[in-house]
Each structure stands twice: as structure tokens, then as C-alpha cells.
């Protein structure tokens, strides 16, 4: 599940992805996420439970000092302080996030900047109540179509090639890069 869904975070292609999985319960999630965390560290990749519910955790993969530089775009802090972010504080960013993961049946729509997603993006999608994209992908363009369209290629590809290592038996920390 790790490589399907997060492969271009793991190569350091990408701020951030996330993934359900299943787990017998919350303990064992803490557990297993303690556990990949400690794998991952020295390679500057953390892992954070979103949400659990019913079974299943929405897992968020991600580089931190990425997220740290993306959150701090210009278009970024005014979509994340509309919606009652503090921006200079990915964590306190990450806690707001899971708190209206946990509170709203919906994603928050600000949650592609957590993804990596070009901030003109997100604000389109806001703007334009996700309808009206040029073009449809890993999400919605609503800026630059051709860059998005080679940045979808190469993500399709960065997770083909990473599935095929890792059935070849390459292990995901060898998979991923240290950033």
C-alpha cells in the first residue's frame, strides 16, 4: 500500500501522500506508526495517522521540511489562514488538519497543499467549487496544464518503477530517498 500510494513521496518527488489502510484497532495503529516512523526518520520521512474510523486509518506520508517550505507560499497562507491555519507551524497545521478530518464528513479542500499541490491549484479549486479544471489528474489543474500533465507522467512513472523494485525484493528503505 505504502509504495502504490506514496511512491513519489518516497523518491522525494513530492511533498506528501496519503492512504487508507486497515487496522484491528487504534493501539495497533500507534503502534505500527511508531514502528514506521523509526524506520523512516533518518531518511526525513514521517508518517502521521489523520483520521480512524471504522477499521481504517487515513494515513498522511510526508517530507517535513517540504511541507514546511510549501506551506509558506503566498497563495498558501492566505487559503490556509482563511481557514484557521497558522502556516509558520506545520505541525500546528497537521493538527488542524486532522481535527477537521475528524469533525467534517468532507476533505477540507485546503488539503492539497499538504499533498504538494501547486497552490493556484488549490485556490481553483476552492474558487471554482472544483468545477471548470482544464485538465484532471493526480487533482484538479486549474493553472498550468502542460507542467501538471508532465508532473502526472512522472509520478505514474516514479510509482511504476518503485512497485516493480520493491516485487523484485528491494526493501522501501532502499526506496526511499534521503532528503
Known sequence: MLIRHCAPTLAGMKTGNMYNDAFESEAHLRKSVCALNRRFRSK?????PLRYRNGRALLYVYRP?????DL?????VAILTEGG???ECPATCIACLRRKLREE????HEIGLFLGYPPED???FICNKAENCKCVGCWKVYGDEAA????????????AVYTAQYAQGKSIERL????
Open 72 to 76: 509558506l507560499h503566498e497563495t498558501a
Open 176 to 179: 526511499i530517498v534521503a532528503v
Open 148 to 159: 501538471a500533465r508532465k508532473t502526472f507522467d512522472r509520478f505514474k512513472k516514479c510509482t
Open 85 to 87: 491555519y497558522q502556516p
Open 44 to 48: 526525513g520521512l514521517h508518517v502521521v
Open 65 to 69: 521540511g517540504k511541507l514546511a517550505e
Open 105 to 108: 464528513e468532507d476533505f477540507p
Open 122 to 124: 488549490v485556490a481553483g
